[in-house]
Each structure stands twice: as C-alpha cells, then as structure tokens.
C-alpha cells in the first residue's frame, strides 16, 4: 500500500510540474499571438490613413514590405 501511494504523489507531483510548464508555454504563446495582432491591427491603421491622404497608393502588403524596409513614400492627394 506504502508504494502505491507513494507512486500516486510522484505521478501527481508530475502532472502538476507539466501543467505549469504547458501553462507558462501558453501563456508566452498567448502574448506573442495578442502583440502581433495589436501590431496587425496599428499597421492597418496606419495604411488607411496612407491610403486616404495619397495619390496613388500601393497595395497593403507592398506598403508593408516598404514600411518594415524603410522606403515607403508618400505623395500625398492634392485637392482641386
């Protein structure tokens, strides 16, 4: 009976040690997925504005590339 128990605390001390590790995962998987959605959602943002004060604009995604390259430009819309 002595190593029944004794198994059984062993094997609950184990599930609780993984239960914390998966959940410490979790929890800097989690953070990561919400930080690139908040970004996700500002770069978005950011281009509807580009794209509501520019003469021609380019495709989101190629804004994007530009943006995280450093070359985007801007030729803003002229009122006539």
Do not use: C
């Not at 794209?51 to 002229?78: A, I, Q, S």
């Amino acid at each position: 009976m002595y190593g029944n128990g004794r198994n059984n605390r062993l094997q609950m001390k184990q599930l609780w040690h993984d239960y914390m590790i998966n959940s410490k995962r979790w929890q800097e998987s989690s953070s990561g997925w919400v930080d690139t959605m908040t970004k996700s959602k500002e770069n978005k943002a950011e281009y509807e504005k580009y794209f509501k004060l520019t003469e021609n604009p380019v495709p989101y995604r190629d804004w994007l590339r530009e943006k995280e390259n450093g070359t985007t430009t801007n030729t803003t819309k002229t009122s006539k």
